[in-house]
């Protein structure tokens, strides 16, 4: 009946036409050739919409194409006068199943659009359907074929043989005549149970529509709130990737305001050590200047007692002033050549040692000043820098927190995707 199958982009099939020839027909090769792909393309065109290869039939479109097509090419010839298209006046007709990615399954005889229903409501007069499996048998049915019951099998093969309408026919045919035999003793309450039961049936039908219409319905419902939480997931995902991308901001100014406090802390450390180098300088100029007043102080003091007893009226005996004066001609220069002069002499070096002393404790007091500005400067830069360091750690941690959330969040958004798709 079958003449010839021809496959494009369908499944493994780039493209193929397979020829047939009356009787048995063996398809072979190795697993994977494409075999199977043969028979369920059949079942495709003859009008299976459901397939355990795929939870779509635009699943079986080969990789990279958006449509595939099955044609079958038929023997249409008269046959006790009557032609299985009988619209289509040849001998042989072409029918074709084209499957789109969009979702569009087209059936075309002889490249022209029709009906689904046309095609399969030709196949099932000849006793052709897909989904009896003593018709079709795909791979993997032998076993469910063996969990079906006898009374299943023998429905199987009475419309594999073309029984099925002949045994209906015949029930159909002994019910009518017992129905004649009671006709009439049981007119009358047949009358009556033919409208009780045209009742029951009517609103068993009104309830039919009324649930087919709810279902309808609820799986519409069903898709809104799918893509109402996709929505909100994808807001949610929007608002946390904000989030990151902020902490981040905030990460790269602590970072930036981090370096900046180091820099600034190394500027402040090098002018600490300076003044302290200053410092110490100016310690020692201090200790030297009370030296020279002690020591000053001190030969005046001498002097003075010396005037007081008269040890001394003049300066002219060389050996008593060198006796007295031998160490202190390098603080004072030229000896004057009395003791009144030298008074004056050691008097005038006490005045300008005092102001030395007092000129350089006004600087250290200064210096100590600029070291105790200095000081805080470095302890503000060194809390910035290390507070700073930990709101970096800090922000780190949380981002990396939120990005393992993130990755949950997306997946869990695909997941809504293929639920509401």
């Not at 099939?13 to 190795?30: D, H, K, R």
């Not at 290869?53 to 090419?73: F, H, M, P």
């Not at 048998?137 to 043989?161: D, I, N």
């Not at 200047?289 to 001498?302: I, S, T, Y």
Request: glycine share 6%; charged share 35%.
């Amino acid at each position: 009946m079958i003449r010839k199958i021809s496959l494009q982009n369908f499944m493994s099939y780039e493209s193929a036409s397979v020829p047939l020839s009356e009787g048995l027909n063996i398809v072979c090769g190795p697993n994977g050739a494409g075999k199977s792909s043969i028979l369920l393309a059949i079942s495709l065109v003859l009008g299976q919409s459901y397939t355990e290869r795929a939870k779509k039939l635009s699943d079986l479109i080969r990789w990279g194409q958006n449509e595939a097509r099955i044609a079958l090419t038929l023997d249409n010839e008269l046959k006790d006068g009557k032609r299985l298209f009988p619209r289509i006046r040849k001998d042989s007709v072409e029918v074709t199943r084209v499957i789109r990615k969009s979702g569009d399954y087209n059936y075309f005889i002889q490249g022209k659009v029709t009906s689904k229903s046309e095609v399969v409501s030709a196949f099932s007069k000849v006793g052709l359907n897909p989904n009896n499996m003593l018709i079709i048998m795909h791979q993997f049915m032998v076993g469910r074929f063996s969990l079906t019951s006898p009374q299943e099998k023998l429905a199987m093969l009475e419309e594999a043989v073309g029984f099925k309408s002949y045994r209906r026919d015949v029930l159909e045919a002994l019910d009518r005549l017992k129905k004649f035999e009671i006709e009439e003793e049981k007119l009358a309450g047949a009358l009556d149970s033919a409208k009780a039961t045209y009742e029951f049936w009517r609103r068993e039908r009104d309830k039919f529509l009324k649930k087919r219409e709810l279902t309808l319905r609820l799986d519409e419902l069903n898709r809104e709130i799918a893509w109402l939480k996709v929505k909100r997931k994808e807001g949610g995902i929007t608002k946390l990737s904000e989030k990151i991308k902020a902490l981040e901001e905030q990460r790269s100014r602590s970072e930036g305001s981090a370096e900046s406090s180091l820099r600034l802390l190394a500027v402040e450390e090098s002018k600490y050590e300076a003044l302290l180098k200053e410092k110490e300088l100016k310690e020692f100029h201090l200790t030297k200047a009370l030296e020279e007043k002690a020591w000053l102080e001190a030969r005046l003091a001498l002097m003075n007692a010396l005037s007081r007893r008269n040890v001394l009226d003049s300066l002219q005996d060389n050996l008593l002033i060198g006796a007295l004066l031998e160490e202190e001609s390098p603080i004072l220069g030229e000896i004057p050549s009395t003791i009144n002069g030298f008074k004056r002499k050691l008097e005038g070096k006490l005045r300008d040692s005092v102001e030395k002393a007092i000129e350089v404790k006004s600087k250290l007091e200064g210096l100590n000043r600029a070291l105790k500005e200095v000081t805080s400067k470095i302890i503000e830069l060194k809390v910035n820098s290390e507070v700073e360091e930990y709101k970096v750690e800090l922000l780190k941690r949380e981002i990396s927190i939120l990005k393992g959330s993130l990755g949950i969040e997306e997946e869990e958004l695909k997941a809504l995707r293929a639920e509401a798709e």
